[in-house]
């Protein structure tokens, strides 16, 4: 299983070394001041020495300046950020929803933050964490946006708040690569079929995703990370990214199957969980019996997470992890390929 030339092209400089391997996770508290994240994902590059660095905002940044209160409390105790106070909570409110300057406040801080990764790590491939248009809204309005389209309130006032706001990813993504991004993590945490029916899914947020993508196509590696459970993988395994990243062994599918229906690299192959949680025995089974089951289908696989990693992992974990993938062999080629 040879990697695809397009692999080859943004990750020439890791190859020779086993399969590419990844992991994520936060900062807290450092990842307020675009130096001390900086500085923290840099460090925490030459510690792990990763195929590639996804940035690790916050998981609010993207609404941190639209009036909302947000509590940071549990995240260093492996918990989440929550916003405790919104003004966009009723249907009426989406039409107060203001346009942001890509470059100012906290969007400014995170391209900041980037331009200084991409000064200490120049040949690195660096994916920019931005976030959809319907989990930007679902984050602003605490989820009420969800009730709102069930109820059908204020449809039109909606459909123009998440056209704004596709706008802005778009011209954030835009900004990023332009900054110095190989590419996005488009964050999705509204994929699930547990959360909007079918047709809602169709109306209200796959066409504001891609509108918002078109932003990240100059990316030379666009991954779709899909949050959480019963994700609709037929609907978005066509979105225009390079890479497929959702709750593996938590979720379907399986790697094989998404690898043969998607035509698209698979991040991941580890349960974000057992990482969490040390269990390093457990981690490397569920590296080789991926690997094993990707073998021969003429996919592209990078070993990653399923999702970003909690507070609470051991760094020890992590590196021996890290060593275990990077001992393991080149992968193989393909059948039709060996025989000819």
């Not at 966009?88 to 409110?93: N, S, V």
């Not at 974000?272 to 690997?291: E, H, M, P």
Request: glycine fraction near 8%; proline fraction near 5%; charged fraction near 25%.
């Amino acid at each position: 299983m040879p990697y695809s030339d397009a692999i080859k092209t943004v990750f020439a400089d890791r190859l020779g070394k086993g399969p590419l391997f990844s992991v994520w996770s936060h900062f807290p508290a450092l990842d307020m001041e675009a130096e001390r994240l900086a500085e923290a994902s840099v460090a925490f590059q030459r510690d792990f020495d990763l195929d590639f660095l996804k940035t690790a905002p916050n998981g609010m940044y993207a609404v941190e300046d639209m009036g909302v209160t947000i509590d940071f409390s549990e995240v260093a105790r492996g918990g989440v950020a929550r916003i405790v106070e919104t003004p966009f909570e009723r249907a009426q409110d989406w039409a107060r929803l203001p346009q942001v300057d890509p470059q100012a406040g906290a969007l400014g801080r995170e391209l900041h933050a980037l331009r200084l990764m991409r000064a200490e790590l120049p040949k690195l491939p660096i994916i920019f964490t931005i976030f959809s248009p319907m989990t930007i809204a679902s984050k602003l309005s605490r989820g009420a946006v969800h009730r709102q389209i069930a109820e059908r309130q204020g449809l039109d006032g909606l459909h123009a708040a998440l056209e704004r706001i596709a706008i802005n990813v778009r011209e954030y993504a835009k900004a990023a690569i332009a900054a110095g991004a190989d590419g996005v993590f488009f964050a999705h945490q509204d994929s699930g079929r547990d959360v909007l029916g079918y047709d809602d899914f169709c109306e209200f947020v796959a066409p504001y995703d891609i509108e918002a993508l078109v932003g990240a196509q100059r990316g030379r590696f666009n991954i779709l990370h899909a949050h959480g459970a019963q994700i609709r993988f037929r609907d978005i395994r066509d979105y225009p990214v390079h890479a497929l990243n959702w709750h593996n062994w938590e979720t379907r599918p399986s790697a094989a199957a998404a690898m043969i229906s998607s035509n698209k690299c698979i991040v991941g192959g580890i349960d974000r969980r057992a990482l969490t949680g040390n269990d390093v025995d457990l981690v490397k089974a569920q590296i080789l019996q991926t690997l094993d089951e990707v073998q021969g289908l003429g996919g592209d696989l990078i070993i990653a997470p399923s999702c970003s990693i909690r507070a609470g992992f051991s760094r020890d974990t992590l590196r021996e992890v890290r060593d275990f993938v990077r001992a393991l062999p080149e992968f193989a080629p393909d059948t039709a390929e060996a025989a000819a």
